[in-house]
């Protein structure tokens, strides 16, 4: 459902190749178990990437005052940006990129249910709070707009992924009371077809992509 | 890119930022040839979104930079003290005189 890559690997000497930053044709994709009956088209099952993604580039904005958010909400839904596929056996695999700025980014599943979150029973992402809007927070510089290292998945129905930009008080200019939050996105939209009985490679290499209540409670 | 206007008491419009950048001035040069100082003001304006703590937006006009031109006088801003100077919006030029003897050029470059 998420997956991101560390800043840090800017930092070392590996080799990458284009199926390790975006899905490609031949890639397996497996759902876990966990993925509810309303995805049953889903749930459990393998996949291959049948045909070469297309890749599809969007941008979205906002400008916000300091000391305040807005909910921007990926899916279908009649207010939110439509970034979902209407078909099943389509996945979005959608690489978020972040122009610079003084604001970082809380991410929901849906609102108000976050992902990003630490054992502890109080250690949950709030922009509320002084110290916890930091917990689980992206910044730009997590995932560049030139380079984004940031990607969530999307398929039919699926609950509404909903970004949250928090803009910083006192930024890098001090008569700017306002920040530009853009998130270049790219959008890798990826045909599959079942592999209806997958051999063990196909199962212990595909792609796992995890339900939303298995990246929780621990 | 360049944008040029003279000064007027009046806001003139330099440059308008694209919806998904932001405006970045690499420099700004203001030539006053006009008989006495002159005070030009670069303004920032633009609307905000809609957000948790404002549910009805307004345009918003920022003063971003000042600078008093003596008569006969040229004022050059290089990159370096511009670095941390950016526009959301709109680019407006606003001065305490209305002359054709004053010249304001904003070079710039979209982030």
């Not at chain 1, 490609?24 to 889903?42: D, E, I, N, Y």
């Not at chain 1, 609102?111 to 990003?116: D, E, L």
């Not at chain 1, 910083?168 to 009371?177: R, S, V």
């Not at chain 2, 003001?41 to 549910?55: E, M, R, Y």
Request: glycine residues 6%.
């Amino acid at each position: 459902m998420i997956y991101e890559i560390s800043p840090l690997l800017a930092k070392t000497a590996i080799s990458v190749k284009p199926e390790d930053i975006l899905l490609q044709k031949g890639a397996w994709v497996k759902f876990s178990s966990a993925w509810p009956g309303t995805h049953k088209w889903a749930s459990g099952k393998l996949f291959v990437v049948s045909a070469e993604p297309i890749l599809v580039p969007y941008a979205i904005s906002r400008i916000i005052p300091e000391d305040d958010y807005c909910d921007i909400d990926l899916s279908n839904s009649d207010s939110g940006e439509k970034l979902y596929p209407e078909n099943e056996g389509v996945l979005y695999q959608i690489a978020v990129g972040m122009k610079p700025g003084d604001y970082l980014v809380h991410f929901y599943l849906p609102s108000p249910r976050y992902i990003y979150h630490l054992g502890e029973a109080s250690m949950f992402p709030d922009v509320a709070s002084s110290t916890l809007r930091y917990l689980g927070a992206k910044r730009p510089e997590d995932s560049p707009a030139d380079a984004p290292l940031w990607f969530l998945f999307a398929i039919k129905d699926m609950p509404p992924i909903t970004l949250r930009p928090y803009v910083e008080t006192g930024g890098d200019d001090a008569t700017q009371a306002f920040e530009k939050c853009t998130f270049m996105l790219k959008i890798n939209k990826c045909l599959l077809d079942e592999v209806k009985n997958p051999s063990k490679e196909q199962i212990e290499r595909a792609f796992l992509i995890r339900w939303r209540d298995e990246l929780l409670g621990y | 890119m360049l944008s040029f206007v003279t000064a007027s008491t009046s806001a003139q419009d330099l440059a308008t930022a694209p919806k998904h950048h932001t405006i970045k001035p690499s420099s700004i040069n203001i030539n006053n040839e006009y008989s006495a100082k002159a005070k030009i003001t670069l303004q920032d304006v633009f609307s905000a979104d809609t957000t948790n703590g404002v549910s009805s937006p307004t345009q918003n006009t920022i003063n971003k930079f000042a600078v008093v031109v003596g008569a006969g006088l040229t004022a050059d801003i290089p990159e370096d003290e511009l670095k941390d100077v950016k526009f959301l919006g709109k680019i407006q030029a606003v001065s305490d005189v209305t002359s054709s003897s004053v010249t304001v050029m904003v070079g710039y470059h979209l982030v």
